[in-house]
């Protein structure tokens, strides 16, 4: 039986990706108590990765797509955290973003958004969070974003 945040994701047309296995030493996901830190996530989705430096060979549409596909990436992995079911999760606590920009790139708030509104689309008032968004130098296979989150669960 679909749970609420099951049918939430139908409703806003979202099929979540499969889950991503580490790229280096490290685990997708951990859980101390009734928190779950995700591990960063970054805009793959299928066979498509989404690259390139904001301010250089990337524009504000390119990582605001970027930041979606890392918040889809990041609830997917609370999902297999919770045995996947969604409804267990009770607030999206904190968001961390990177965005790959150039040295004068100011825009890192603005695509976080993207990350963001993606939370609060499909969790609600839970969705709403606390979050850095800065910009770096280069981040990992040269992707435009990466997310991390902690997640409340029930």
């Given at each position: 039986?679909?749970?609420?945040?099951?049918?939430?994701?139908k409703e806003l047309g979202i099929t979540l990706p499969d889950v991503l296995a580490p790229a280096a030493n490290y685990v997708?996901?951990?859980?101390?108590?009734?928190?779950?830190?995700?591990?960063?996530?970054?805009?793959?989705?299928?066979?498509?990765?989404?690259?390139?430096?904001?301010?250089?060979?990337?524009?504000?549409?390119?990582?605001?797509?970027?930041?979606?596909?890392?918040?889809?990436?990041?609830?997917?992995?609370?999902?297999?955290?919770?045995?996947?079911?969604?409804?267990?999760?009770?607030?999206?606590?904190?968001?961390?973003?990177?965005?790959?920009?150039?040295?004068?790139?100011?825009?890192?708030?603005?695509?976080?958004?993207?990350?963001?509104?993606?939370?609060?689309?499909?969790?609600?008032?839970?969705?709403?969070?606390?979050?850095?968004?800065?910009?770096?130098?280069?981040?990992?296979?040269?992707?435009?974003?990466?997310?991390?989150?902690?997640?409340?669960?029930?």
């Amino acid at each position: 039986m679909a749970g609420k945040i099951d049918a939430r994701l139908k409703e806003l047309g979202i099929t979540l990706p499969d889950v991503l296995a580490p790229a280096a030493n490290y685990v997708p996901y951990t859980i101390s108590g009734n928190l779950v830190f995700v591990s960063g996530q970054v805009p793959r989705i299928g066979d498509e990765m989404i690259t390139g430096k904001l301010g250089d060979d990337a524009d504000t549409e390119t990582g605001l797509k970027a930041a979606r596909y890392c918040a889809l990436n990041v609830i997917a992995q609370v999902k297999a955290a919770c045995g996947g079911d969604l409804d267990r999760v009770t607030r999206c606590l904190k968001v961390g973003g990177f965005v790959n920009g150039t040295q004068d790139f100011t825009d890192a708030p603005k695509i976080i958004n993207g990350a963001s509104d993606v939370f609060v689309d499909v969790f609600g008032d839970a969705g709403r969070h606390a979050r850095f968004a800065v910009a770096a130098a280069c981040l990992p296979f040269n992707v435009a974003v990466e997310v991390d989150a902690v997640f409340e669960i029930s």
